[in-house]
């Protein structure tokens, strides 16, 4: 069964304290990871999508990783605007194809001045 | 910057009542999706709607829950009889659909807060 496993569930950063997100999956043949923000009351906001081993994408102050097992999520000089909810999805094979998204359950940070 | 949107954002509802969430998808998008998430749970999947017709549905999409696409830009989840545990955040995405990778860029509207009572 396709699974996505995101750790920490929470994390608390000071302002300009670097760390990572991790993001475990377990799916049968990749065709995508995706990265999503999501704000309090809003819909997940696209960041990164990876599809091999050994990709990376930057955007700002944030950098995805992919491996054949996780990907990492990395914030370097994190600021309060950064605070959001971080989900990991991977692309899933349904009954006519690879139609559809599986989220983890994210991991909430919260950058502190 | 083009965007999704959602209408209404909350909807408050009793039990056994049909409800209809409205979305507008942004313009040239030919992939369209709902997901829900039932508060502090993960975003689930519930269908995905291609060429006018629906190309993938959860076990979450069962006989109560249809979706349509009425004219060239609105696309609409009815729940027919609505039951306690439909209440959720509904957010409808759509996505350019280029190539190969219909799911590279979905783009997610603000989201229909549900509440059934």
């Known amino acids: 069964e396709d699974q996505v496993t995101q750790s920490p569930e929470a994390l608390r950063l000071q302002e300009g304290e670097s760390s990572s997100l991790n993001c475990s999956y377990t799916v049968s043949g990749l065709r995508g990871l995706f990265w999503y923000r999501q704000d309090p009351g809003k819909g997940p906001e696209f960041l990164f999508t990876l599809y091999s081993a050994g990709e990376e994408k930057e955007k700002e102050r944030l950098k995805a990783t992919l491996t054949k097992k996780e990907s990492f999520l990395h914030i370097t000089a994190p600021k309060p605007e950064d605070s959001a909810t971080y989900l990991c999805?991977?692309?899933?094979?349904?009954?006519?194809?690879?139609?559809?998204?599986?989220f983890g359950a994210g991991t909430r940070l919260a950058v502190h001045p | 910057e083009p965007e999704v949107t959602q209408t209404p954002s909350h909807q408050v509802t009793q039990m056994g009542q049909e409800v209809i969430l409205r979305c507008v998808p942004i313009s040239n998008h030919l992939y369209f999706y709902w997901y829900r998430q039932i508060l502090g749970q993960k975003v689930e999947f519930l269908v995905s709607f291609y060429n006018n017709e629906i190309s993938e549905k959860s076990e979450i999409f069962d006989d109560q829950f249809s979706v349509e696409r009425p004219d060239g830009s609105n696309f609409t989840l009815k729940i027919r009889s609505t039951k306690l545990e439909d209440s959720a955040m509904y957010f409808c995405?759509?996505?350019?659909?280029?190539?190969?990778?219909?799911?590279?860029?979905?783009?997610f509207g603000s989201g229909t807060q549900l509440s059934v009572l």
């Open positions: 995405a759509s996505s350019p659909g280029a190539g190969i990778y219909p799911l590279e860029k979905l783009f």
């Open positions: 999805a991977v692309q899933a094979e349904g009954e006519k194809g690879y139609n559809k998204l599986i």
